[in-house]
C-alpha cells in the first residue's frame, strides 16, 4: 500500500493545506473538516504523519506532526503509537515556500490561503465524488456514511476565529451546508442519518471542478454542482467561481439557470449569528476576525438570519447561524456576486464595489484600501 497509494503520498499535503493558521491551534479545533466532524481530529494525527514521514522520508509530514505535539492538540485514541513510528532521522521542513493554494484531485477540493503565517485566512471549496473517484468501482456502502451531499460548499477560517463553517456532525441534508437550494430542496441522497453517494457511484452524473489553476496570477476554480441534484428540480446549470482577488478578499460568482422558474436560496452558515453590516452585506464577527459577505447582483437578493435547529445523527437539536440570500420570487435564471472580505473586527471595511454592464458582459469595480481592481 505505500508503494502504491496515493492517498498516502498526498496525506501530509492534505493535512498541511488544511490547517488553521498556528495561533488558532486548539484541542477542539486545528483543521478544516468536511462531512462528519466536532473539529477534533478523533484519530491524530501526529501518529499518522509520523508512519508517512518514516515510509516517504517526508519533512513536510515530520514538521506537521512535530508541531501538532508541540501544540498539544493531538487526539489521545492514537497519540502513543507516535513512539513507534517516529524516525528521528528523517528532517522537517515548514510549509513556508509552498504555493498558497491547492487542489486535491481524488475529492475535487480547493485550498486558497492568505499564507502560511501564524495568523493567516484559509478557504476551502469542495464540489467532487464525496467517498473519492477510486470509490467509483464499488457499488455498495464503503464510506461508513460520514459524508454530506455538499457540492459547491466552502468553509472559511480567517486565521483566528471560524467565519464560515461546516455544519457539522449532523443528518444529511444539504440545507446544513453553505451552498444552494432549489425550490427548498438539497442534493440528490440527502434526508438520512448517513450518506453514501450511492446514486453517483451507480454511474448517475455528479459535481466536479471544471477548472483549477490561476487568471491573471489570481487563484481561481470553477465548480460545477449541476449534476449533483436531482434531475426532477430542472436545473441545468450550476457554476461557482472561486477567485482570489487579494490575500483576504475573494469573489464568488454563481450561475444558476432551471428549465422553469425556481426558488433559489443561498444558505451560508457561521459560529455566531449573522448581522447587518455597517455598510451593506452582512457581518460574521468573531473576537478577532470579521467576515464581510456582501452580495451585488446583478440578481437582486434579500437577506434573513435565522437561527435554526437541525438534528444530528443521535436525534439531539444543534442551533446553526444562518444567512439565508434569495431573490423576491421564483426565477428561471440568476446570476449573483459575492465579497468576502476578511479583515480585524476592529476596523471599519474600506471597500467600493459596482456591478455594471448587461448580460453576458457584466464588470465588477473595486476600491479596496486604496487598491484598484477591474
Not at 480547493?110 to 473519492?132: E, H, M, T, Y
Not at 483549477?212 to 449533483?228: F, H, K, L, S
Not at 471597500?351 to 484600501?369: D, E, N
Amino acid at each position: 500500500h505505500f508503494t502504491s497509494c496515493r492517498f498516502m503520498q498526498q496525506y501530509s499535503l492534505f493535512m498541511t493545506y488544511s490547517a488553521l493558521a498556528r495561533d488558532a491551534w486548539s484541542f477542539q479545533s486545528a483543521f478544516l473538516f468536511f462531512g462528519d466532524s466536532d473539529y477534533q481530529h478523533w484519530y491524530g494525527p501526529d501518529a499518522h504523519l509520523r508512519v508517512i514521514a518514516s515510509r516517504y522520508r517526508d519533512p513536510r509530514a515530520q514538521w506537521l506532526a512535530q508541531a501538532t505535539a508541540d501544540a498539544g492538540i493531538n487526539w489521545d485514541s492514537m497519540v502513543h503509537l507516535a513512539l513507534i513510528y517516529y524516525d528521528e532521522t528523517v528532517p522537517t521542513q515548514a510549509p513556508d515556500d509552498l504555493p498558497t493554494w491547492h487542489h486535491c484531485t481524488d475529492k475535487e477540493i480547493i485550498f486558497q490561503r492568505q499564507g502560511w503565517g501564524r495568523r493567516d485566512a484559509v478557504l476551502a471549496l469542495k464540489c467532487g465524488p464525496n467517498s473519492g473517484y477510486r470509490s467509483r468501482q464499488y457499488r455498495q456502502n464503503i464510506s461508513g456514511g460520514h459524508m454530506h451531499p455538499d457540492a459547491a460548499h466552502l468553509i472559511l477560517h480567517g486565521g483566528h476565529d471560524w467565519l464560515l463553517v461546516d455544519g457539522g456532525y449532523t443528518r444529511k441534508f444539504t440545507c446544513n451546508r453553505n451552498t444552494l437550494l432549489i425550490n427548498g430542496q438539497g442534493q440528490t441522497g440527502e434526508g438520512g442519518n448517513w450518506f453514501e453517494d450511492l446514486e453517483h457511484r451507480r454511474g448517475q452524473p455528479e459535481g466536479c471542478l471544471r477548472f483549477v489553476g490561476e487568471r491573471q496570477g489570481r487563484p481561481y476554480a470553477i465548480a460545477d454542482a449541476t449534476a449533483a441534484y436531482p434531475p426532477t428540480l430542472g436545473l441545468t446549470r450550476f457554476l461557482r467561481h472561486l477567485v482570489q482577488l487579494k490575500p483576504t478578499l475573494w469573489l464568488l460568482v454563481d450561475e444558476v439557470t432551471t428549465t422553469a422558474p425556481a426558488k433559489l436560496v443561498w444558505r451560508f452558515h457561521g459560529p455566531q449569528a449573522f448581522v447587518a453590516g455597517p455598510t451593506g452585506g452582512w457581518l460574521q464577527r468573531g473576537p478577532n476576525d470579521a467576515l464581510h459577505l456582501l452580495p451585488l447582483g446583478p440578481t437582486a437578493v434579500a437577506g434573513s438570519t435565522p437561527i435554526e435547529t437541525t438534528m444530528d445523527v443521535h436525534g439531539h437539536p444543534r442551533h446553526l447561524p444562518t444567512l439565508l440570500l434569495q431573490p423576491s420570487g421564483p426565477t428561471p435564471s440568476a446570476l449573483l456576486l459575492t465579497l468576502l472580505v476578511v479583515q480585524p473586527a476592529s476596523e471599519p471595511l474600506r471597500l467600493q464595489a459596482t456591478v455594471t454592464g448587461t448580460p453576458g458582459h457584466w464588470r465588477l469595480h473595486l476600491v479596496h484600501h486604496g487598491d484598484t481592481l477591474d
